[in-house]
C-alpha cells in the first residue's frame, strides 16, 4: 500500500497489529475471511513484530512443498507479503513485555499482544486461540 501524505492535510491512519493468521488468510487462502481482514485493514497503518514475514513465509513454503499451494499461487502470495506496507517492530523492544506474557502464550504469540498492548491498539487476527488467552487490556479483534 502506497500512502501519500498532502502537507496541508495530515491524515493520520489508525494503528493495528497485523498477526500472520490474518495475513494468511488474505494472502494465502483467499477466502471470505480474508476479504474481511483486506476489509478492516484497508487505509490503517500496519504493524508487526518482526516474526510476522518468517511466519508469513513458513505457511507459504509448507503450503508449496505439501502441494497445496502452485509455484504462481505461492509466488503471488510471497509477493504479496513483500509489497505489504508493514511496520516491523524488533525484538528489543518486546522482549520484556513477551517474557511477561509467558504463561499461557507462545513466544510468537505473545509478541503480537505485547506489541498490542504496547502501542494501545487492536490486534487483528483470525486465531481464535489467540484471541481467548489474550488478557482483558488487549483489544483482540477476531475475524472469523
Known amino acids: 500500500m502506497n500512502r501519500t501524505l498532502n502537507t ?21 487462502k483467499r477466502t471470505s475471511k ?9 487505509d490503517c497503518s500496519l504493524v508487526s513484530p ?6 508469513v513465509t513458513n505457511v507459504i513454503r509448507r503450503g508449496l512443498s505439501a502441494r497445496l499451494l502452485s509455484p504462481e499461487a505461492a509466488e503471488l502470495a510471497w509477493m504479496g507479503l513483500n509489497e505489504l ?6 525484538w528489543a523492544t518486546l522482549a520484556r513485555w513477551v517474557w511477561c506474557l509467558k504463561s499461557s502464550l507462545s513466544a510468537y504469540d505473545a509478541s503480537y499482544i ?28 477476531l475475524i472469523a
Open 8 to 28: 496541508d492535510d495530515a491524515v493520520v491512519f489508525p494503528t493495528v497489529v497485523l498477526d500472520a493468521s490474518a495475513a494468511i488468510e488474505v494472502l494465502v
Open 50 to 55: 518482526t516474526t510476522f514475514a518468517f511466519e
Open 34 to 42: 480474508g476479504d474481511a481482514v483486506a476489509d478492516r485493514i484497508r
Open 114 to 141: 505485547a506489541l498490542a498492548l504496547l502501542l494501545d491498539c487492536p490486534l487483528i487476527t483470525t486465531d481464535p486461540k489467540l484471541a481467548a488467552l489474550a488478557p482483558p487490556a488487549c483489544r483482540v479483534e
Open 85 to 90: 506496507d508493514v511496520e516491523l517492530w524488533q
